[in-house]
Nanobody
Framework: VQLQASGGGLVQAGGSLRLACSVS????????LGWFRQTPGKEREFVGR????????SYADSVKGRFTISRDDAKNTVYLQMDSLKPEDTAVYYC????????????????????WGQGTLVTVSS
């Protein structure tokens, strides 16, 4: 399984960005594709995830209603659409895959994900 995140950049507060995670076809055997973010000195934080088979999505309370995960199977890509961005959304964002054995209750924990892409930096200016 290989993942590659892209699309980060600098945006003003209130603006939008769309991150992309390019996945290999082996990702289709994963149970979840998750997005996490991290700032210096802090733990990696769950942002949202999509269950591969059902396409069911779930989000952290801090981004619910502003961020949306979708996938384009033809392009082997999962997207994180980020709207109404706030300065506190500034972080390095990562996509990750959790294996098929992952239980639902673990899907928000970074420890459940065993394959990670490189991060992409999102900076939101006030």
């Amino acid at each position: 399984v290989q993942l590659q995140a892209s699309g980060g950049g600098l945006v003003q507060a209130g603006g939008s960005l769309r991150l992309a995670c390019s996945v290999s076809e082996r990702t289709f055997q994963s149970r979840f594709l998750g997005w996490f973010r991290q700032t210096p000195g802090k733990e990696r934080e769950f942002v949202g995830r999509i269950e591969w088979r059902t396409r069911y999505t779930s989000y952290a309370d801090s981004v619910k209603g502003r961020f949306t995960i979708s996938r384009d199977d033809a392009k082997n890509t999962v997207y994180l659409q980020m709207d109404s961005l706030k300065p506190e959304d500034t972080a390095v964002y990562y996509c990750a895959a959790a294996p098929s054995s992952t239980i639902m209750g673990m899907s928000t924990r970074s420890s459940a994900y065993d394959v990670w892409g490189q991060g992409t930096l999102v900076t939101v200016s006030s």
